[in-house]
């Protein structure tokens, strides 16, 4: 059983920075691709980064050169870096799993963590 778990959330003014960490079990952690997505009231959950065993990425247009994602193997856990917050990035941002080393859709979930952007 994997378990992600997820902190880092909370509420910043626009223009601000967070840094979400999502710390996982398993001595595997580094053969697979993990990520981040998010899901807004109202809308379907969203891929946001993505970043393969191997270090490559993948980033939402709408986060591009603001949310560069990053993984520790030696620590098991994996990195969101916030930057230059709009309010439109407010929402639950949860960390996944995938089932492969690239991608794929994801496997496992954790349980979500609070964004909220506002002045």
């Known amino acids: 059983q994997v378990q992600l778990v997820e902190s880092g959330g909370g509420l910043v003014q626009p223009g601000g920075s967070l840094r979400l960490s999502c710390a996982a079990s398993?001595?595997?952690?580094?053969?697979?691709?993990m990520g981040w997505h998010r899901q807004a009231p109202g809308k379907q959950r969203e891929l946001v980064a993505r970043?393969?065993?191997?270090?490559?990425?993948k980033y939402a247009d709408s986060v591009k050169g603001r949310f560069p994602i990053s993984r520790d193997n030696a620590k098991i856990t994996v990195y969101l870096q916030m930057n230059s917050l709009k309010p439109e990035d407010t929402a639950v941002y949860y960390c996944?799993?995938?089932?492969?080393?690239?991608?794929?859709?994801?496997?496992?979930w954790g349980q979500g963590t609070q964004v909220t952007v506002s002045s």
């Open positions: 398993g001595s595997t952690f580094r053969l697979y691709a």
């Open positions: 970043i393969t065993s191997s270090g490559s990425t």
């Open positions: 996944a799993r995938y089932p492969t080393g690239y991608g794929g859709s994801p496997a496992w």
